[in-house]
């Protein structure tokens, strides 16, 4: 590791990096107010671009705006470094309300639509795409230029920090808003966002005039850099790595609680904790550089990734604190790296090789789950389904500029003489990054009082969705008897112009007074939607119990259940998928009116895989079977047509069709209830697939039968 002096060649007074100073701590929010905006549209960015495959089931070629990223190659190149370095805020300042312009809300004039053509102004999501694209490629150029070519070791501790902060931020402010950043999403908070950044302008702006006026004076930090034993490209694997393990897992509170089998909140908490706990340790360079660290940070990745899945909750929680801890490693590596990137001389070289690193992790993050969209001789299915590798894979291109530093150590004088001056320097990071810590942690235990309170409960919902009695000694909730289940497929959370549809989806099944909801495409906890989570969304908002389903460690598209019901028992089941993408079902008991209900939600493959859909069929038949004694509700996307041969497996398990019109994908059956009402409705704008309601009484005889049943017990 390289050692770096600075010296005030005229200090006139000022206590940069030291003890409380008001200018520091305002230029400090300031940069990281620009922070939070770019690692917003970093995160928000990949989602933009998966609608296009996501939604057309294959290429359109607008999946080469990634390249967007690869923009501080560019800072190689002598007189583009210097341009932009002149004009960096300029820059900033365009990028970032160009892309507050690209993601508002704008209404659409359907009319104008050119379905299935990708022209820059042929869709409202094209020209967003395009817009959010060129924002992104102007702001990541100019923000990787600040760490490059820092004017003083103090600035780039300050941007060092100012962007570690903001990731912690990014985690936090999506905590009340249950996983959406609000500044990506809704136009009063783009608005304040646009607000913000200019506030963040004109103080960084009055900085550098003040800098300038120094600089004639000669009161300017003069940087003595010794030469670094770490290689330009190790140094950009790790500057890569570390974005992607960023926005992998520590872009929102809840994904990691996800991976493990436990609810978002308040076990979000413990992780962004950890985060911040990350930042409170960067300055011991002794220790976040050192192997052992790095050792430690692999075991972490290892446990995390065995204690994911369906497993109990003390192995839960287990791998809940070694994902925390990882995030105390990943963060805690900030302020070495960017010194590092900031003494690197061969910028095109560095940011060549981060960038690759990021776009290999990206892709290698995508292909767990959709492997097959992609063909076999681009790796598919080398990297079907390893999740837990790929975490391993994060921590190792994290590290591996400090291992490269640790392996080039000969243990001489050098090295004597760094480690001297790593004791010399303060072990801990100045006041004005502990004030704004304990302004982040003050807000997360506002925001963590708000959701306790907003938080689903037996009390909340039975208040919201039972009939209350009241007499002068008791009060007594009633649940109702009539059930009324919907299925539908929620694409992704996305609307067919590529919008958030989180309230339009929560609006639709309010209005059906649906009571018991099966979601199918509803796991967002990945990297290419933005990692958000409907499920907790409409659960909070609709105040009802909720199963997530697999969880998104076991790779699936994902299917959930809502309910105004006690869940009194759910098996998470991945169905038979030798061929094509993992097929989820949930099978859950649900007490109705005091007597216990199968309920069952899945979703089969694509038609393209015969064998898969065929052995997913037979799984699912046997479950049904296997509870044939109760009543049965069967919510599912069987990708099949009515009277083939897999429909007729199902039907032969005992299961009762709601109708006999044609369907393809989506199916309500049953069985041992009484069937009162089906019906079909269009989502219209909101979704890709039609949404089915099936209204049911529990019939007499099995009321009966479980009466008896606790009368013997």
Same mark, same amino acid.
Not at 348 to 368: D, E, N, R
């Given at each position: 590791?390289?050692?770096?002096?600075?010296?005030?060649?005229?200090?006139?007074?000022?206590?940069?990096?030291?003890?409380?100073n008001?200018?520091?701590?305002?230029?400090?929010?300031?940069?990281?107010i620009?922070? *939070? $905006? +770019?690692?917003?549209?970093?995160?928000?960015?990949?989602?933009?671009?998966?609608?296009?495959?996501m939604?057309?089931?294959?290429?359109t070629?607008?999946?080469?705006?990634?390249?967007?990223?690869?923009?501080?190659?560019f800072?190689g190149?002598?007189?583009?470094?210097?341009? $932009?370095s002149?004009?960096?805020?300029?820059?900033?300042? @365009?990028?970032?309300?160009? %892309?507050?312009?690209?993601?508002?809300?704008?209404?659409?004039?359907?009319?104008?639509?050119?379905?299935?053509?990708f022209? =820059?102004?042929?869709?409202?999501?094209?020209?967003?795409?395009?817009?959010?694209?060129?924002?992104?490629?102007? #702001?990541?150029?100019?923000?990787?230029?600040?760490? %490059?070519?820092?004017?003083?070791?103090?600035?780039?501790?300050r941007?060092?920090?100012?962007?570690?902060?903001?990731?912690?931020?990014?985690?936090?402010?999506?905590?009340?808003?249950?996983? =959406?950043?609000?500044?990506?999403t809704?136009?009063?908070?783009?608005?304040?966002?646009? =607000?913000?950044?200019?506030?963040?302008?004109?103080?960084?702006?009055?900085?550098?005039?003040?800098?300038?006026?120094?600089?004639?004076?000669?009161?300017?930090?003069?940087?003595?850099h010794?030469?670094?034993?770490?290689?330009?490209?190790a140094?950009? !694997?790790?500057?890569?790595?570390?974005?992607?393990? +960023?926005?992998?897992l520590?872009?929102?509170?809840?994904?990691?609680?996800?991976?493990?089998?436990?609810?978002?909140?308040?076990?979000?908490l413990?992780?962004?904790?950890?985060?911040?706990?990350?930042?409170? !340790?960067?300055?011991?360079k002794?220790?976040?550089?050192?192997?052992?660290?790095?050792?430690?940070?692999?075991?972490?990745?290892?446990?995390?990734?065995?204690?994911?899945?369906?497993?109990?909750?003390?192995?839960?929680?287990?791998?809940?604190?070694?994902?925390?801890?990882?995030?105390?490693?990943?963060?805690?590596?900030?302020?070495?790296l960017?010194?590092?990137?900031s003494?690197t001389?061969?910028l095109?070289?560095?940011?060549?090789?981060?960038?690759?690193?990021?776009?290999?992790?990206?892709?290698?993050?995508?292909?767990?789950v959709?492997?097959?969209?992609?063909?076999?001789?681009?790796?598919?299915?080398?990297?079907?389904?390893?999740?837990?590798?790929?975490?391993?894979?994060?921590?190792?291109?994290t590290?591996?500029?400090f291992?490269?530093?640790?392996?080039?150590?000969?243990?001489?004088?050098s090295?004597?003489?760094?480690?001297?001056?790593?004791?010399?320097?303060?072990?801990?990071?100045?006041?004005?990054?502990?004030?704004?810590?304990?302004?982040?942690?003050?807000?997360?235990?506002?925001?963590?009082?708000?959701?306790?309170?907003?938080?689903?409960?037996?009390?909340?919902?039975?208040?919201?969705?039972?009939?209350?009695?009241?007499?002068a000694?008791?009060?007594?909730?009633?649940?109702p008897?009539d059930?009324?289940?919907?299925?539908?497929?929620?694409?992704f959370?996305? #609307?067919?112009?590529?919008?958030?549809?989180?309230?339009?989806?929560?609006?639709? @099944?309010?209005?059906?007074?649906?009571?018991?909801?099966?979601?199918?495409?509803?796991?967002?906890?990945r990297?290419?939607?933005?990692?958000?989570?409907?499920?907790?969304?409409?659960? /909070?908002?609709?105040?009802?119990?909720?199963?997530f389903?697999?969880?998104?460690?076991?790779?699936?598209?994902?299917?959930?259940?809502?309910?105004?019901?006690? =869940?009194?028992?759910?098996?998470?089941?991945?169905?038979p998928?030798?061929?094509?993408?993992?097929?989820?079902?949930?099978?859950?008991?649900?007490? !109705?009116d005091?007597?216990?209900?199968?309920?069952?939600? /899945?979703?089969?493959? +694509?038609?393209?895989?015969?064998?898969?859909?065929?052995l997913?069929t037979?799984?699912?038949?046997?479950? &049904?079977?296997?509870?044939?004694?109760?009543? @049965?509700?069967?919510?599912?996307?069987?990708?099949?047509?009515?009277?083939?041969?897999?429909?007729?497996?199902?039907?032969?398990?005992?299961?009762? #069709?709601?109708?006999?019109?044609?369907?393809?994908?989506?199916?309500?059956?049953?069985?041992?209830?009484?069937?009162?009402?089906?019906?079909?409705?269009?989502? *219209?704008?909101?979704?890709?697939?039609?949404?089915? &309601?099936?209204s049911?009484?529990v019939?007499?005889?099995?009321?009966?039968?479980?009466?008896?049943?606790?009368?013997?017990?």
């Open positions: 590791m390289s050692t770096t002096s600075t010296t005030p060649i005229n200090n006139k007074g000022k206590n940069y990096g030291g003890g409380y008001k200018q520091y701590l305002i230029l400090l929010l300031a940069d990281g620009l922070a *939070f $905006v +770019n690692w917003s549209l970093m995160v928000e960015f990949i989602s933009v671009i998966w609608f296009f495959p939604g057309f089931m294959g290429f070629g607008w999946e080469a705006a990634l390249l967007a990223i690869f923009t501080p190659i800072l190149i002598g007189f583009i470094n210097r341009i $932009v002149r004009f960096n805020l300029p820059i900033r300042l @365009i990028a970032q309300l160009l %892309a507050f312009f690209a993601i508002f809300p704008w209404a659409i004039d359907k009319a104008s639509i050119k379905n299935d053509e022209g =820059i102004f042929s869709s409202p999501h094209v020209t967003k795409t395009f817009f959010v694209s060129v924002a992104v490629a102007l #702001d990541w150029l100019a923000q990787c230029n600040s760490f %490059a070519n820092v004017k003083s070791a103090v600035r780039r501790e941007g060092a920090y100012a962007y570690a902060l903001a990731i912690v931020l990014h985690a936090i402010i999506r905590l009340p808003y249950l996983s =959406i950043n609000p500044f990506m809704w136009s009063n908070w783009i608005v304040f966002g646009m =607000i913000l950044v200019l506030v963040a302008f004109v103080i960084l702006m009055g900085e550098n005039i003040n800098a300038s006026d120094e600089k004639k004076s000669g009161a300017i930090w003069s940087i003595e010794e030469t670094s034993s770490s290689s330009t490209i140094t950009g !694997i790790s500057f890569g790595g570390i974005i992607f393990f +960023n926005q992998l520590f872009s929102t509170y809840g994904l990691i609680p996800r991976w493990v089998g436990l609810n978002p909140f308040p076990y979000g413990f992780v962004v904790l950890g985060m911040m706990s990350g930042v409170v !340790i960067s300055k011991k002794h220790l976040v550089t050192s192997r052992n660290f790095f050792i430690f940070a692999l075991i972490l990745s290892a446990i995390f990734g065995w204690c994911s899945g369906t497993v109990p909750f003390i192995v839960g929680f287990i791998g809940l604190i070694s994902a925390s801890l990882l995030g105390a490693y990943c963060n805690s590596l900030w302020i070495v960017i010194e590092k990137v003494n001389e061969k095109g070289q560095l940011f060549t090789s981060a960038m690759l690193t990021y776009t290999i992790l990206l892709f290698w993050a995508i292909y767990v959709s492997y097959k969209f992609v063909p076999w001789w681009l790796g598919s299915t080398l990297l079907r389904e390893r999740n837990q590798t790929l975490i391993i894979a994060c921590v190792l291109a590290g591996i500029a291992v490269y530093k640790s392996l080039r150590s000969s243990g001489g004088s090295s004597i003489k760094r480690e001297k001056s790593n004791k010399d320097q303060p072990s801990y990071p100045n006041k004005d990054v502990f004030n704004i810590l304990f302004g982040l942690l003050v807000l997360l235990l506002l925001f963590s009082v708000n959701r306790a309170i907003t938080h689903p409960t037996d009390s909340s919902i039975a208040g919201h969705h039972y009939t209350r009695d009241l007499t000694t008791s009060v007594t909730n009633t649940a008897t059930i009324k289940s919907m299925i539908w497929t929620i694409h959370g996305y #609307d067919n112009f590529g919008r958030n549809s989180f309230p339009n989806v929560t609006k639709v @099944i309010k209005d059906h007074g649906a009571n018991i909801i099966g979601l199918l495409e509803s796991d967002l906890s990297v290419m939607t933005s990692n958000r989570d409907l499920v907790e969304w409409i659960a /909070t908002e609709l105040h009802m119990y909720s199963d389903g697999p969880e998104p460690s076991r790779n699936t598209w994902g299917c959930a259940l809502l309910t105004i019901f006690p =869940i009194i028992s759910s098996d998470r089941v991945i169905l998928s030798p061929e094509g993408e993992l097929a989820c079902l949930i099978d859950a008991v649900l007490l !109705i005091e007597t216990p209900v199968n309920v069952i939600v /899945t979703h089969f493959g +694509n038609t393209e895989d015969v064998l898969d859909r065929k997913q037979e799984g699912a038949a046997a479950i &049904v079977k296997k509870n044939a004694d109760m009543p @049965i509700i069967f919510l599912s996307y069987i990708t099949t047509k009515v009277n083939t041969e897999n429909y007729k497996t199902l039907r032969a398990s005992g299961l009762e #069709d709601t109708t006999n019109e044609g369907r393809y994908c989506q199916y309500i059956f049953y069985k041992n209830l009484q069937l009162n009402k089906f019906q079909r409705f269009s989502s *219209f704008d909101i979704s890709d697939t039609e949404q089915q &309601v099936a049911f009484s019939l007499k005889e099995n009321k009966q039968q479980q009466t008896q049943q606790q009368t013997q017990q």
